[in-house]
Structure formats: structure tokens, C-alpha cells
């Protein structure tokens, strides 16, 4: 559980950085040679990802053990995500293999998430509530 939460700690870092390059500057004192704004937006990135996982996970882990079929869901949901982040990559101007304003259009990221929240709905109910095992054991005995 402890790795799963530096996983995401790490990642919510990573956002915070992403974001924070975008950031203007602030005019706060540079920490470490970046503008303190910024360092301050990946300090919190950083706290808050490990704070929200830590409670996270739990929730996840009970939702996970009372509907088994929301992992399949979730490997789906990351597959169609990663073809999002393939399309954008051959879309990018250095590559141009499919049309830079395909990813950027309205069509396809409405596609995009209409897709993402059919797997998610789809997911939540195909997903059979798992009884549990006093519930099961009453029934049968």
C-alpha cells in the first residue's frame, strides 16, 4: 500500500511540475533556483497527491473488493486513455502521421470522453455486487 502511495505521490508531483512550468511567474523569491510560486504549486501537488491517496486508496480497495468487475473497467479505461495520449503523439507537429487538428478538435475530444464515461457507466453496472460472505453463508445454510 506504502508503494502504491509514493507511486501516486511521484505522479501528482509530475502534474504539479507539469502545471507549474505554465504558471507565469509570481514574483515570490526563487527557492532553489525556481521562481517560489512555482516550487510552492509542486510542494503541494506533491502533499496533497500523498494525503488524498492515502484515503483514496482505502475507498478504492473496498469498491474493488465489493464489484470485482471494475478492475476490468479501470485496465480499459487506462488503455483508452493511452490511445489518447497516441493520438495527440502522432499528431504532433515533429511526427505528423494523422492531422494535427484531429487532436485538437471538439469532435474527438468529445469522443474521447463520451468513450470514457460509456466504460466507466458500463463498468459500474455489468459489474455484479459482490455479497458478502455472511450474507452468502446464510443463504446457503
Aim: charged share 15%.
Amino acid at each position: 500500500m506504502e508503494l502504491a502511495d509514493i507511486a501516486f505521490a511521484v505522479d501528482s508531483i509530475l502534474a504539479a511540475v507539469a502545471l507549474a512550468v505554465a504558471l507565469p511567474p509570481s514574483g515570490l523569491p526563487n527557492i532553489g533556483g525556481m521562481d517560489g510560486g512555482k516550487f510552492i504549486v509542486i510542494l503541494l501537488g506533491g502533499f496533497i497527491g500523498l494525503i488524498i491517496m492515502r484515503f483514496a486508496a482505502n475507498f478504492f480497495v473496498k469498491l474493488l473488493h465489493s464489484r470485482p468487475g471494475l478492475e476490468i473497467a479501470a485496465f480499459i479505461i487506462v488503455g483508452w486513455v493511452g490511445i489518447k495520449l497516441a493520438v495527440h503523439t502522432l499528431a504532433h507537429p515533429s511526427l505528423h502521421v494523422i492531422p494535427e487538428a484531429f487532436a485538437e478538435s471538439t469532435a474527438w475530444k468529445i469522443t474521447f470522453y463520451v468513450v470514457l464515461v460509456l466504460i466507466a457507466v458500463c463498468g459500474w453496472f455489468l459489474s455484479s455486487k459482490k455479497l458478502e460472505e455472511n450474507q452468502t453463508s446464510k443463504v446457503n445454510g
